[in-house]
């Protein structure tokens, strides 16, 4: 989004509100977040009731956009401020808003990043990049895969395409074709370096392509530098956290994960778009 469209925008609370509302409902035409009615009755404070199931909401009920009691003027101002990686900290200066209620906000647009990613399932295929890398960690000792204290990491990376990353409990063959074989399409042509957990993948439906980092980082087209280059430019953007507790780090990782994958998109009105969007229900 250029900046004349952002502080046209911002200009009144108005104005903020109606462009929220139109990723809400298309068109206008409000439904019931819980039962999906588009029979509906206004009342007189300006909430809704369902006709059908009786509920009574307002426009953002249900939405991600819900969480914190922020003004329309507030989120649109976090969320130009995401988009240009401002911290949490210097977020809370510039608007003059607790660090609390920021740092809330900024999780919820990761949260809602992270449904966004879990709800897609689109295979990836072509030529396919795979490895591990290894985040965090206090102690100093030993790098890569023998690091002790420090958080796995899969990444399958289609060239030319986008890159798909998850934290996993291990890095055993069981676990890295699992995740392979729910996300890439069968055919493909699987480019690895020669850790063994990778051998079966032949055995998968895959052609399986190996590099030795022993001897050369790339053979023609048989590198992973791709995926490579996503490790190095994540463990930058990792450094000005200042450190990430497991518990968060998924979130976080998610983040990179969407600003590598549109990084040529206007990611103001993607994050706009998720917070709009209704919270999954939980089973």
């Known amino acids: 989004m250029d900046l004349n469209t952002y502080y046209d925008l911002i200009s009144n609370e108005n104005k903020a509100r109606r462009y929220l509302l139109r990723k809400c409902f298309k068109n206008h035409q409000r439904f019931c977040p819980r039962c999906d009615k588009r029979k509906l009755y206004k009342l007189r404070d300006g909430r809704y009731r369902c006709s059908r199931c009786d509920y009574t909401f307002h426009d953002f009920s249900g939405r991600w956009i819900n969480h914190g009691r922020l003004s329309c003027l507030q989120w649109l101002s976090i969320i130009k401020l995401f988009e240009l990686e401002v911290s949490v900290h210097k977020m809370a200066m510039q608007m003059k808003m607790s660090y609390k209620a920021v740092y809330g906000a900024v999780n919820t647009i990761r949260m809602s990043i992270l449904s966004h990613a879990e709800d897609a399932d689109m295979l990836l295929g072509g030529e396919i990049e795979l490895d591990e890398a ?7 000792g030993n790098r890569g ?8 990491v899969f990444g399958i990376l289609e060239r030319n395409g986008i890159v798909h990353v998850n934290v996993v409990p291990n890095v055993t063959a069981e676990t890295l074709l699992g995740l392979t074989v729910k996300k890439v399409r069968r055919g493909s042509v699987v480019y690895t370096d020669k850790f063994r957990s990778y051998d079966s993948l032949m055995f998968c439906g895959y052609r399986h392509l190996k590099v030795d980092h022993g001897k050369y980082f790339s053979s023609g087209k048989v590198y992973i530098n791709g995926l490579e280059g996503f490790w190095s430019w994540a463990k930058e953007r990792f450094i ?4 990430v507790s497991k518990k968060y780090f998924p979130l976080y990782l998610k983040e990179l994960e969407f600003r590598y994958n549109n990084r040529t998109s206007d990611i103001f ?13 939980q089973d």
């Open 145 to 152: 895969r023998g690091a002790a204290g420090k958080v796995p």
């Open 134 to 140: 290894y985040f965090g960690g206090k102690r100093k």
């Open 240 to 243: 000005k956290h200042h450190g």
């Open 269 to 281: 009105d993607l994050v706009a778009n998720y917070l709009c969007q209704l919270v999954p229900k």
